[in-house]
């Protein structure tokens, strides 16, 4: 079951040495998630070869320039390339307006309908409920109004033990029903319970998106235990008086974050221009969390599944 994100864009405020603006793509078994969409994003897109196709939802976190001006050029794409399926995307207010002007400028509207979901998130909110997975909107502290994201999966049904379904002749109507949590009762009149004919599913994984914002203690409550974290490191700590004037973070604040969170990964990026090597921002976080990863792009991150242990089920 795929779960992995690719970097597409690592530098914050203007392309810089190689790097270009703010871009993820979380890659699902059931569809792609993109995470802001800065300048050059459908470009970094194609070099994935992942199809916009797949791309259902776009999650914006503001209305910075270098997080959304890459949005008219894939939007403009998209419809060239004769799209139908409908697109979701999700941003603070103002987003609708800005699109409507180019588009209408443009002259010839998508073919395809865009549902545009307007919110500033003042406390942890679902946001997208799907079968396969939520995103939690949630507040980040930057210089105008910035929505933080979790997407989660949903706990998928236990698996079938394929040699109790010989040894039992379960029908193969009943199968997702005892997935779900029913027993067996046999030819016999034997009631076979649900946890001898089954093993619990892997633990669902989560992504938590925080671009842009200062330092917030208090957010690791929300983003607690997930599988991965990509959190801004515009900064080196030694800078600090930089991020605070700029509400944004440092690397080792990053890196605080994911330890108070516990999560089990960390990926750095957001890198201001004026560095030009970055393993000094990644050492410096891995002060605080050692699992920490610099967000290179066009490189991919993969959460794998875990088993699922006695406690979890």
Request: aromatic share 8%.
């Amino acid at each position: 079951m795929r779960f992995e994100l690719i970097v597409l864009g690592s530098s914050a405020a203007v392309p810089a040495l190689g790097r270009h603006c703010s871009g993820q793509l979380l890659c699902l078994e059931s569809s792609n998630v993109l995470f802001d969409c800065g300048e050059a994003t459908q470009q970094q897109l194609q070099r994935t070869g992942e199809s916009p196709g797949r791309l259902d939802l776009i999650l914006i976190t503001h209305l910075h320039g270098d997080h959304y001006f890459g949005l008219p050029g894939l939007l403009t794409s998209m419809a060239l390339a004769g799209r139908k399926a409908p697109l979701v995307i999700v941003s603070p207010p103002g987003l609708r307006d800005r699109m409507a002007v180019l588009l209408e400028y443009d002259k010839y509207a998508p073919p395809f309908n865009i549902d545009f979901i307007e919110i500033h998130c003042e406390e942890p909110t679902v946001l997208i409920d799907l079968p396969a997975f939520t995103v939690t909107g949630f507040p980040l502290d930057h210089r105008i109004k910035t929505n933080g994201y979790l997407l989660r999966e949903k706990q998928r049904p236990a698996n079938i033990l394929p040699e109790k379904i010989k040894e039992f002749s379960i029908p193969y109507k009943q199968i997702p029903g005892i997935k779900a949590g029913d027993s067996f009762l046999t030819n016999d009149g034997r009631t076979i319970p649900h946890e001898e004919l089954t093993r619990p599913a892997s633990p669902p994984r989560a992504f938590a998106y925080c671009s842009d914002t200062l330092f917030k203690p208090e957010l690791a409550k929300v983003i607690r235990g997930v599988d991965l974290l990509y959190h801004e490191a515009t900064f080196l700590h030694e800078d600090l008086e930089k991020a605070l004037k700029t509400n944004h973070s440092t690397a080792l604040q990053a890196g605080e974050m994911a330890s108070l969170a516990k999560t089990k990964q960390l990926l750095i990026g957001h890198f201001s221009a004026r560095y030009h090597d970055l393993e000094p921002l990644r050492m410096e976080a891995a002060e605080k969390f050692r699992n920490t990863h610099l967000a290179r792009e066009l490189y991919h991150y993969p959460v794998a599944l875990r088993r699922a242990n006695h406690q979890e089920h």
